[in-house]
């Protein structure tokens, strides 16, 4: 069996090994059912456990109350993006969005297709590398909902509060890439979205915690599965749901439990960035490009004193084992995404590796 | 290992099982990469050439030109049910539609939220046991478009010729049920599209074969999402496709052209239906639901001669390692999905088990 590597992609990315192994098993068959995992009805016994199971496990997770839904929907965020614009703009109505980069710009410009977008803080100024403070953010009073994008995976940045829009105002989350990476006041959001493919599961499946009143709030008139309401009536079972992401989805939700839950999660995470921003703040090659009070602990963004060394950094480090480390093609230099998965001595390896890589460049 | 049971769900269904093989080695590391397949970058080097190939092989199987892309997309047939229409009608606009089941109506359904619905034909007068024949359709002659459902799933019918409406007038193909079951007329069509979950792989992917002048004539101001212009210009990698369901699509397709391709796996089919259609018409306690001409080779259709034998009969059928024969909710009855997949063996085990039920209960 090949090993496997330290794998630094920002997404897909790393997934946690026991959750692979009963993947593993569970593809040739599932438990006792003689019937793989791909291959059992939805609408059966088996699967059925699986779904319950797993939206039992995220409710646990992150104290979510019968007052939000839980859906699993196709299409990513990227269908979040305007499948909630949808389903309560229209005509002279405005959502308001914090804009912290090339995610919440996505989330904006699908909007505007159905409504007016209006920007109430933005960190544009600054090439994204920070996350506007509350008193920097101005919610247009009328609108609909607010949005902001918890964590920026191309910038490295993520908010460390909840932004707080008036009380009456929805607030929407695009938590995609720290989702679940530490506790999250469920109760202080309308919805909360994110795609799985960065701390949640395999790609092809989105995550959405939706409060119910604003499901019966939604348009109506609109395609059967462009309707939160027709989901959520039928337990995310409408059409064949992707069966496959939903049991990872739910496995992962096991083995966070397992971790201590989202408290434990949220040290595991903050312990493991802090070896690599440690190494960051003193080394004379490298540096980190988030400001300090907005980095994030999923998405660690770095240079180096030149591009050539950047070039040279990232095809050794490659070479080396460490692959999945060059910055977003957006913005180049580095980036080592750690999510949940990704254990502790892949970044400590990153550190040698880069000590040993200035002190060999010097 | 548990053993494997002849699985005859009407999808999610049996893959074939040199596919969950190679599923599995890949699920931990993929080739050589030490990356599992779950976890690799849709831009990476690796899954570039897992869709690559992909798309070839598709290419290859039912002699797609490059008159037509190949896309991948999320959501299931049920998002190709409103996205075709959103892409191309639109107020005073009709598309023609023959109604042959319940997908068929699903399909009419959201078509009309965006323009007119003509039916062309129906069968719902027999309870769509048949399929109506070419001189049975009047299509609308100013229609944008036709479509059809090539295979009922639940009342097991096939089309076993492609309609034909007028030369200029777009044909549009649900083949979700039996896709590359035997070989297709591509060029007949503008388009067919198919959920992968019942011949092509796990559910949460759907194949879309698409003429390339009707990507350049859809309606625009869409969301980026539903416009397959923008799906086609990036590869089916406008957001993060569903990789692993391209994988397994992709190892699907491969394994079709091992068995002979679309001519061989025809020949299969229609021997392996008939070891049940024969039995169907020889026995005095069971029949065939779906009218001779019109029987389809991926699901076969069949009542008992009381709803009680057929309670005892589905109930024993599972006892014995032969799940998933129970009709579907809204007709009743048994139905035996026997796609591409699914062992001639097992419809013999069937067969076996249906004449020894016979005659035990006679």
Redesign the interface.
């Known amino acids: ?5 330290f ?1 630094f ?7 946690p090994e026991p959750v ?1 192994e009963a ?2 098993s569970a ?3 599932f438990e ?5 995992i ?5 609408r ?1 016994a088996y699967f059925t456990r699986v779904i319950e199971e797993a939206v039992a496990n995220c409710r646990k997770l992150a104290g979510i109350g019968e007052d939000y839904e839980i859906l699993f929907l ?6 979040q ?2 499948m909630a614009p ?1 389903s309560w703009l229209g005509n002279g109505k405005t959502a308001s969005f914090v804009n912290t980069g090339t995610w919440s710009k996505k989330a904006m ?2 909007a505007n ?1 159905f409504g007016d977008v209006h920007v109430a803080a933005s960190s544009e100024d600054e090439n994204f590398s920070y996350i506007p403070t509350n008193d920097e953010i101005s919610w247009q009073d009328n609108a609909v909902y607010a949005h902001y994008t918890s964590n920026n995976t191309i910038a490295g940045t993520q908010f460390t509060s909840i932004p707080t829009p008036p009380s009456s105002m929805p607030l929407l989350c695009d938590a995609s890439s720290d989702i679940f990476s530490r506790p999250i006041d469920i109760g202080a959001h309308g919805m909360v979205y994110a ?1 799985a ?1 960065k701390n949640l ?5 989105a995550l959405v915690i939706l409060r119910k009143d604003l499901i019966e709030s939604a348009n109506e ?6 309707q939160y309401r027709v989901h959520a009536k039928a337990g995310s079972c ?8 939903i049991y ?1 989805m739910g496995e992962v939700f096991k083995w966070i439990l397992e971790q201590g839950g989202l408290d434990a999660m949220a040290k595991i995470n903050s312990e493991k960035a802090a070896i690599l921003y440690d190494f960051l703040d003193e080394s004379e090659m490298f540096r980190g490009t988030a400001r300090k009070d907005s980095r994030s602990n999923m998405n660690v963004t770095f240079r180096a004193n030149s591009e050539e060394l950047e070039a040279s950094f990232i095809k050794e480090a490659t070479a080396a ?1 460490l ?2 480390l060059k910055g977003h093609r957006s913005v180049g230099g580095m980036r080592a995404s750690i999510y949940n998965a990704f254990p502790t001595k892949g970044v400590t390896a990153l550190v040698d590796f880069m000590k040993s890589f200035e002190q060999k460049n010097k």
Not at 74 to 79: E, H, K, M, P
């Open positions: 069996m090949t090993e496997r590597l794998n992609s920002a997404g897909p990315a790393i997934l692979l993947a593993r593809l040739w068959t006792d059912s003689g019937i793989g791909l291959e059992h009805s939805h059966g196709q299409g990513g965020a990227s269908t993006f305007f949808m410009k699908e297709v795609g493919q599961g395999p790609s092809g499946i008139g609109l395609p059967s599965m462009l409408f059409n064949t749901p992707p069966t496959f992401g990872i084992g692959p999945g």
